[in-house]
């Protein structure tokens, strides 16, 4: 009997055939708990596990102390970390169910087959609005870096949640022939699903996989070149700008939370490009008319598999470049965690007061065209 981890695996994502056709698109001499299929559940596990401590840990340093970023800032990053939060702690569900857990309902039961094909649809709905997440964030650096002006004027905290609203009813309309087919999905409706799996991995493929991958490289050269042009200008000018300490603050604040996001956009889009192979087949398998139908389908499922494994990496590894690269969120976390601190006496405690009082005023200094702190 397979267990319910190959059933997602090989389904999450994708539609099967009804049970008439099975033997039509699906290799007879194919065994559904391969060792490889299994070595994937137990990295999935894995990575899920980490991902919900990594998650749980930002979510922490981010809504316990949100005055350390712009709001707008802060409010898609949370948005982001609070999805990728609910990915990693499904798919750590979906693991658990399959490998710990004894008494589970049988995988030929209609209720188990719903609850599967639900979850499915959820994880699909919540990894392509992480996506659209993912590509506000990196239409807000564009938008810093290219069109300052514009920034400061049109994009407010409440343009932000008006943008996210559209793209939570845009990932509900485009997944439309995902949650039909799960509630179609009866021998008396068979009739129906055809269209709806064609209409499903055009869709996946298109809006999840191929349209990020172009627009975020395209917009991270953007962003880079405009960066680069803006540094040969100010060092060959003729005349310069008095620079003060404040100013050279503001500005070492803002390049690290800069380059902390263009990392995490950077990683996202290589851990994206594993899911265009699978993508592709899908969408070659459904349209028919190809040989060697059993090759094609154990490629497909591999690649399938690998990709669930980069989707995971994508919500498990934010936590880790923001302690790299963002110093101002290294020093956030590690106030959350005890440690414990010596006391100062004498000379020592008086340039300690005189350093927190620099740093506080430094902090209200901070500018709004770096897009760091609202004034």
């Given at each position: 009997?397979?267990?319910?981890?190959?059933?997602?695996?090989?389904?999450?994502?994708?539609?099967?055939?009804?049970?008439?056709?099975?033997?039509?698109?699906?290799?007879?001499?194919?065994?559904?708990?391969?060792?490889?299929?299994?070595?994937?559940?137990?990295?999935a596990?894995?990575?899920?596990?980490?991902?919900?401590?990594?998650?749980?840990?930002?979510?922490?340093?981010?809504?316990?102390?949100?005055?350390?970023?712009?709001?707008?800032?802060?409010?898609?990053?949370?948005?982001?970390?609070?999805v990728?939060?609910?990915?990693?702690?499904?798919?750590?569900?979906?693991?658990?169910?399959?490998?710990?857990?004894?008494?589970?309902?049988?995988?030929?039961?209609?209720?188990?087959?719903?609850?599967?094909?639900?979850?499915?649809?959820?994880?699909?709905?919540?990894?392509?609005?992480?996506?659209?997440?993912?590509?506000?964030?990196?239409?807000?650096?564009?938008?810093?870096?290219?069109?300052?002006l514009?920034?400061?004027?049109?994009?407010?905290?409440?343009?932000?949640?008006?943008?996210?609203?559209?793209?939570?009813?845009?990932?509900?309309?485009?997944?439309?022939?995902?949650?039909?087919?799960?509630?179609?999905?009866?021998?008396?409706?068979?009739?129906?699903?055809?269209?709806?799996?064609?209409?499903?991995?055009?869709?996946?493929?298109?809006?999840?996989?191929?349209?990020?991958?172009?627009?975020?490289?395209?917009?991270?050269?953007?962003?880079?070149?405009?960066?680069?042009?803006?540094?040969?200008?100010?060092?060959?000018?003729?005349?310069?700008?008095?620079?003060?300490?404040?100013?050279?603050?503001?500005?070492?604040?803002?390049?690290?939370?800069?380059?902390?996001?263009?990392?995490?956009?950077?990683?996202?889009?290589?851990?994206?490009?594993?899911?265009?192979?699978?993508?592709v087949?899908?969408?070659?398998?459904?349209?028919?008319?190809?040989?060697?139908?059993?090759?094609?389908?154990?490629?497909?499922?591999?690649?399938?598999?690998?990709?669930?494994?980069?989707s995971?990496?994508?919500?498990?590894?934010?936590?880790?470049?923001y302690?790299?690269?963002?110093?101002?969120?290294q020093?956030?976390?590690?106030?959350?965690?005890?440690?414990?601190?010596?006391?100062?006496h004498?000379?020592?405690?008086?340039?300690?007061?005189?350093?927190?009082?620099?740093?506080?005023?430094?902090?209200?200094?901070?500018?709004?065209?770096?897009?760091?702190?609202?004034?």
């Amino acid at each position: 009997m397979p267990s319910s981890i190959d059933v997602v695996i090989r389904g999450c994502a994708q539609f099967k055939d009804p049970p008439t056709c099975l033997n039509g698109s699906i290799c007879a001499s194919q065994s559904p708990n391969s060792d490889f299929i299994y070595a994937i559940a137990i990295v999935a596990a894995v990575v899920c596990c980490v991902g919900v401590i990594n998650n749980v840990a930002c979510l922490a340093a981010l809504l316990l102390r949100h005055r350390f970023t712009r709001d707008t800032t802060h409010r898609l990053v949370v948005t982001g970390a609070f999805v990728d939060f609910l990915v990693v702690l499904t798919g750590l569900l979906i693991s658990l169910e399959s490998s710990f857990l004894p008494l589970r309902l049988s995988s030929t039961s209609h209720s188990n087959e719903l609850l599967q094909r639900s979850t499915c649809a959820i994880i699909s709905c919540l990894h392509l609005y992480r996506t659209w997440v993912a590509l506000l964030i990196a239409f807000e650096r564009y938008l810093l870096v290219r069109r300052p002006l514009f920034f400061r004027a049109h994009w407010t905290l409440t343009t932000v949640n008006i943008l996210l609203l559209v793209c939570a009813a845009l990932v509900l309309a485009t997944r439309a022939p995902l949650i039909l087919n799960v509630l179609l999905d009866r021998d008396i409706w068979y009739v129906c699903t055809p269209l709806a799996r064609s209409m499903n991995t055009f869709i996946d493929l298109l809006f999840q996989t191929i349209i990020p991958i172009i627009i975020l490289p395209i917009m991270s050269i953007g962003v880079y070149m405009t960066m680069r042009k803006s540094f040969r200008w100010r060092g060959g000018a003729i005349w310069t700008i008095p620079t003060t300490a404040k100013h050279e603050s503001c500005k070492k604040t803002a390049m690290t939370v800069h380059k902390a996001t263009m990392t995490v956009l950077m990683i996202y889009i290589i851990l994206m490009i594993p899911t265009l192979p699978g993508g592709v087949l899908r969408l070659v398998m459904w349209l028919g008319g190809i040989r060697r139908r059993c090759k094609v389908q154990l490629a497909k499922e591999a690649m399938d598999a690998v990709g669930i494994v980069c989707s995971l990496l994508i919500s498990s590894v934010d936590f880790y470049i923001y302690l790299l690269c963002w110093p101002r969120f290294q020093k956030l976390f590690t106030q959350l965690v005890p440690i414990p601190k010596c006391k100062c006496h004498g000379s020592t405690r008086k340039v300690s007061c005189t350093r927190q009082q620099s740093c506080s005023s430094l902090h209200t200094a901070r500018s709004i065209m770096y897009g760091e702190t609202k004034a």
